[in-house]
């Protein structure tokens, strides 16, 4: 009964009829309709037009002409936009390694036999449900000069005499942001890994066990293999967001102290909105590109490359 | 020699999963509930940090000698009372509330519609179109918010809740298309093809059996939205100039802090209510929210 429903499905999927062929174009297009206009209005055309000024010298309430490479010509000598190139790479780089390996352990562990874990597991993602800018406003109390709650509590501790100047000295307060940065990103990157260690079968580690692979073994050999595709994607995810962070940074430091904290984000959006320079801001953005889709490919490519270790043939 | 060899004690009536029982009580205290502690509470902390000093009366928030820091003495509501009524802060929660409502109703319908036309009309040219939604969902707001100004004011909508209301989308409509389209491939053809024989139209068919089977989708993708909305800030702070369209992250972080003085207790109560509602709303979909979160990650 249910093999020949199924064949005869498989037919008409197969060939459908000629009536719906008929106007699949126009069908499509329809549909298709409200979602292109947004996206083309406000995402495709903006991204040119995001091109186009950073070719020209658009100000704030001036419509700018062509000059050509003008700006980037300038960024090229600016020792400032060298350095925020700087931070973002360092940033991104120790943020997301970090976000990867915390998240990676939260994620085992959370896939132990817990009490209560459909509730830890709804708490640890706290931190990504809460607006970004609001979380890093407690962080900026908790980071304050004077009346730090973690230097309170070291102090009490015996550990430090004096406060930790949490975001006023450069290397703290790189720091300090990449800290933050990885406080908010581990959970995204836990419970999405999370889901992927669930699909793997307990039935792999009982076999390996059988054959006296030590717990280390069957991590590396059943489950980083078996997870590694969505960790790439995860971490394509982890890396383009962190690559272009800007609302913690403009909580926290708004880029200083001595610019030690400013991303590509902060700059471009200090020099174009209250600096009022469109054009040199537009370019700083689109000086983002090449490093992002760099970051996309490589993190895609370099790890999705080891998916034919999922095709379970035994070496 | 075999002979010798003992079954060993995990032949007792068990009820543990898989092979935890390998792992005896004391080990699995260290290696297990000791980091998970720690984890949550590094995770929770701020949260609690928030809450406490939103709570605390004026002389107690800098006064960690004579008052213990991590527990109200005195609790107060002053704080939310100064926000409430003389702030602007009710009209920035009505603002951010009308904004997320906003763009997640048009993402939610223009995306129901391209997930649709992609998944199921399969249209020539739908698989480029499926990942073009894709590539857009990759580009970050950090590098369209200068263009998107120009565009902004040149339409005439810079400074209003429409600014944010139409640009918006531009990041929900992709996530929503993609997990909508994942969706609708879950749902047999069969269905579809029984309808459109017995004279359905497409409009009818995604109206009457497409939607009432995937309601948890839909759940899933306005949930998400609604959040990822209520949460953005770059869009905001450079769209909106008067202090009565803002946003509440943009509102809490512009006008609160004024000059050096720092007023905390009203900063942390303005971030606690703020994050309240998406709080709540999550408690309520936690199940919605995390499928709709590894659903966009695992296509």
């Not at chain 1, 329809?30 to 996206?39: G, K, W």
Request: a neutral charge; glycine letters at 6%.
């Amino acid at each position: 009964m249910t093999e020949t429903t199924l064949a005869r499905a498989d037919a008409l999927s197969a060939q459908p009829s000629p009536s719906l062929m008929q106007s699949k174009g126009m069908i499509g297009l329809l549909f298709m309709l409200p979602a292109a206009i947004f996206l083309l209005a406000f995402l495709t055309y903006p991204l040119g037009l995001g091109v186009w000024l950073g070719f020209t010298d658009t100000r704030i309430g001036r419509t700018g002409v062509f000059v050509g490479l003008e700006n980037y010509q300038s960024l090229w000598d600016d020792s400032l936009f060298w350095l925020s190139v700087f931070n973002t790479i360092l940033y991104t780089v120790a943020a997301s390694v970090l976000k990867f390996a915390l998240g990676l352990w939260l994620a085992l562990l959370l896939n132990e036999h817990l009490p209560f874990k459909a509730f830890i597991r709804a708490i640890v993602l706290l931190p990504w449900v809460v607006p970004t800018v609001l979380s890093a406003i407690a962080f900026w109390w908790i980071y304050d000069a004077q009346f730090s709650i973690i230097s309170w509590t070291l102090i009490k501790l015996g550990v430090i005499q004096t406060p930790i100047n949490f975001l006023g000295d450069t290397t703290n307060a790189r720091i300090t942001v990449i800290l933050t940065n990885v406080w908010r990103g581990i959970p995204f990157v836990a419970i999405t890994l999370l889901a992927g260690l669930q699909t793997i079968s307990p039935s792999l580690h009982e076999a390996a066990t059988l054959d006296g692979a030590t717990s280390w073994q069957r991590f590396r050999f059943i489950t980083l293999p078996m997870l590694s595709p969505l960790i790439a994607v995860v971490m394509t995810f982890s890396v383009l967001f962190t690559f272009t962070d800007f609302q913690l940074i403009y909580v926290l430091t708004r880029g200083g102290p001595l610019n030690a904290t400013h991303l590509m984000a902060t700059l471009s959006f200090q020099r174009a909105i209250p600096g009022g320079q469109l054009a040199e801001g537009a370019a700083i953005a689109i000086a983002m590109v090449p490093f992002l889709l760099a970051a996309i490919l490589f993190s895609y490519f370099g790890l999705q490359r080891r998916r034919w270790q999922q095709g379970g043939t035994d070496e | 020699m075999t002979s010798t060899v003992k079954p060993l004690g995990h032949t007792v009536a068990d009820e543990s999963v898989g092979m935890s029982y390998l792992n005896q009580a004391p080990r699995r205290l260290v290696t297990i509930y000791l980091p998970l502690l720690v984890f949550v509470f590094v995770l929770l902390f701020p949260f609690y940090w928030m809450t406490i000093t939103a709570l605390k009366p004026n002389h107690e928030l800098t006064n960690f000698s004579d008052f213990n820091p991590l527990w109200p003495d005195s609790p107060t509501l002053q704080h939310i009372r100064y926000l409430l009524f003389e702030t602007s802060y009710p009209s920035w929660l009505l603002n951010t509330m009308l904004v997320s409502i906003g763009s997640t109703i048009i993402s939610l319908v223009a995306s129901i519609l391209a997930a649709y036309a992609i998944e199921r009309v399969r249209f020539a040219g739908s698989r480029w179109t499926g990942l073009a939604i894709f590539l857009a969902y990759l580009v970050p707001p950090s590098i369209l918010f200068i263009p998107l100004a120009v565009l902004i004011f040149k339409f005439g909508i810079y400074d209003t809740k429409l600014a944010l209301i139409f640009t918006y989308p531009t990041f929900l409509i992709p996530f929503c298309t993609w997990l909508l389209m994942g969706y609708f491939r879950s749902i047999p053809y069969e269905l579809e093809e029984c309808a459109l024989v017995d004279g359905a139209s497409r409009w009818q068919i995604l109206t009457r059996i497409m939607l009432p089977l995937s309601i948890p989708g839909l759940i899933s993708a306005g949930i998400f939205a609604f959040t990822l909305s209520w949460n953005e800030f770059i869009y905001a702070l450079t769209f909106i100039q008067s202090s009565e369209n803002k946003t509440v992250p943009v509102g809490v972080l512009t006008e609160l802090v004024r000059g050096d003085v720092y007023e905390w207790g009203a900063l942390m109560a303005g971030a606690l209510l703020g994050s309240l509602p998406v709080v709540l709303l999550y408690s309520f979909f936690v199940d919605y929210y995390v499928s709709s979160m590894t659903g966009a990650v695992k296509e």
